[in-house]
């Protein structure tokens, strides 16, 4: 379990900005998130593209450290997207011959081509953890795509259904958190996004599919559902379509974003019994908010959910933002909770 955190810690859903030294930002703003391996995003050399990296990931951990947050993540910046470093590092997809799905705008996109049994070889996050703990004395958090969304993120050829796929997608997850918490890693962190964009199919198995990728799991985990990249998804719902279900979830926590949609809070009532990661820095802006704006977003919560049991959070991953904008952003949240601390403890 987490321990020694203050009163409504804070914390990246999950990714920060790539440096453009890095990652071809122009080409990464210019698409959706990749599904299969998008190398030509690097611009540094393939021989020195892992030494690169790990610079880079440096950058974001002390990033995160000197604007105050609480909960450290790695940024996932060895990742082209927030799914596709861990889902084609899988047995059983053609990663040379892409299929094609339809993404949650509509429109169709490279996908995982699953043309064999979805088996886990090998840890694929554990080394980036190591890593990760090596270099910060905070409390940390690692980040893992759902085996609903990665289900609904492929061509599926060698199974019946999407069901079956899921739920070897769940084994695969499943070993990835149990390696994770044994390696050392706080809090892990499973990215369900499709279950907001594909409600009826996650009534259906995709509920059943997270509870199997949790299922014996004893170290602290949280499930992220968003609307999308607000970079890539402009418009807001005013609510999620697939919420007060994961309630039924095993999960201790549960990260959602209020900031750009103006959420109604009340769905809060119906997920009593989790910690709730609630965004409140708006992604589709990159002015920075104050304070004192970021307080209040928090403050909205309150009615709903103790103090207790509230993170500080981004509405989603800070993948699309510029640097400056997301290093400010930080901060904002960071004096955000040092505001609200001092109100409650006052």
Same mark, same amino acid.
């Given at each position: 379990?987490?321990?020694?955190?203050?009163? @409504?810690?804070?914390?990246?859903?999950?990714?920060?900005?790539?440096?453009?030294?890095?990652?071809?930002? #122009?080409?990464?703003?210019?698409?959706?998130?990749?599904?299969?391996?998008?190398?030509?995003?690097?611009?540094?050399?393939?021989?020195?593209?892992?030494?690169?990296?790990?610079?880079?990931?440096?950058?974001?951990?002390?990033?995160?450290?000197?604007?105050?947050?609480?909960?450290?993540?790695?940024?996932?910046?060895?990742?082209?997207?927030?799914?596709?470093?861990?889902?084609?590092? @899988?047995?059983?997809?053609?990663?040379?011959?892409?299929?094609?799905?339809?993404?949650?705008?509509?429109?169709?996109?490279?996908?995982?081509?699953?043309?064999? #049994?979805?088996?886990?070889?090998?840890?694929?996050?554990?080394?980036?953890?190591?890593?990760?703990?090596?270099?910060?004395?905070?409390?940390?958090?690692?980040?893992?795509?759902?085996?609903?969304?990665?289900?609904?993120?492929?061509?599926?050829?060698?199974?019946?259904?999407?069901?079956?796929?899921?739920?070897?997608?769940?084994?695969?997850?499943?070993?990835?958190?149990?390696? @994770?918490? #044994?390696?050392?890693?706080?809090?892990?962190?499973?990215?369900?996004?499709?279950?907001?964009?594909?409600?009826?199919?996650?009534?259906?198995?995709?509920? #059943?599919?997270?509870?199997?990728?949790?299922?014996?799991?004893?170290?602290?985990?949280?499930?992220?559902?968003?609307?999308?990249?607000?970079?890539?998804?402009?418009?807001?719902?005013?609510?999620?379509?697939?919420?007060?279900?994961?309630?039924?979830?095993?999960?201790?926590?549960?990260?959602?974003? !209020?900031?750009?949609?103006?959420?109604?809070?009340?769905?809060?009532?119906?997920?009593?019994?989790? !910690?709730? @990661?609630?965004?409140?820095?708006?992604?589709?802006?990159?002015?920075?908010?104050?304070?004192?704006?970021?307080?209040?977003?928090?403050?909205?919560?309150?009615?709903?959910?103790?103090?207790?049991?509230?993170?500080?959070?981004?509405?989603?991953?800070?993948?699309?933002?510029?640097?400056?904008?997301?290093?400010?952003?930080?901060?904002?949240?960071?004096?955000?909770?040092?505001?609200?601390?001092?109100?409650?403890?006052?």
């Amino acid at each position: 379990m987490v321990t020694s955190l203050p009163l @409504l810690p804070t914390s990246l859903v999950g990714s920060y900005a790539q440096p453009e030294w890095l990652i071809d930002r #122009a080409k990464l703003a210019g698409r959706f998130p990749p599904r299969v391996r998008a190398k030509e995003l690097w611009r540094v050399a393939p021989e020195l593209l892992a030494q690169a990296q790990d610079d880079a990931t440096l950058l974001a951990i002390r990033a995160q450290e000197q604007a105050g947050l609480d909960i450290i993540t790695d940024g996932e910046i060895r990742r082209e997207s927030y799914s596709n470093h861990f889902a084609t590092a @899988l047995e059983g997809v053609d990663l040379d011959n892409p299929g094609s799905a339809l993404d949650r705008s509509g429109h169709p996109n490279p996908v995982p081509r699953i043309t064999g #049994a979805i088996r886990r070889p090998a840890a694929v996050e554990v080394e980036d953890l190591k890593f990760l703990k090596a270099n910060t004395d905070h409390t940390v958090k690692m980040t893992v795509p759902g085996p609903f969304t990665m289900s609904q993120q492929a061509q599926i050829e060698h199974y019946e259904d999407p069901e079956a796929a899921a739920m070897d997608y769940a084994v695969a997850v499943n070993a990835e958190i149990r390696d @994770l918490h #044994a390696a050392g890693a706080d809090i892990v962190q499973i990215d369900e996004p499709y279950m907001q964009a594909r409600p009826d199919a996650a009534r259906a198995y995709g509920l #059943a599919a997270l509870n199997a990728a949790l299922d014996g799991v004893t170290g602290t985990t949280a499930v992220h559902i968003c609307f999308g990249y607000a970079a890539i998804i402009h418009e807001r719902p005013s609510g999620y379509s697939f919420l007060p279900e994961l309630a039924d979830c095993s999960t201790d926590q549960i990260s959602i974003e !209020t900031a750009q949609s103006g959420l109604d809070l009340g769905v809060l009532a119906d997920l009593a019994d989790k !910690t709730i @990661l609630l965004g409140v820095i708006n992604l589709s802006d990159t002015s920075v908010e104050p304070a004192d704006i970021v307080a209040d977003r928090v403050r909205r919560a309150f009615p709903f959910k103790g103090p207790e049991s509230l993170v500080i959070a981004t509405d989603c991953g800070m993948k699309y933002l510029p640097r400056e904008s997301a290093e400010g952003k930080m901060r904002a949240m960071a004096e955000a909770a040092a505001l609200l601390r001092a109100e409650l403890n006052g």
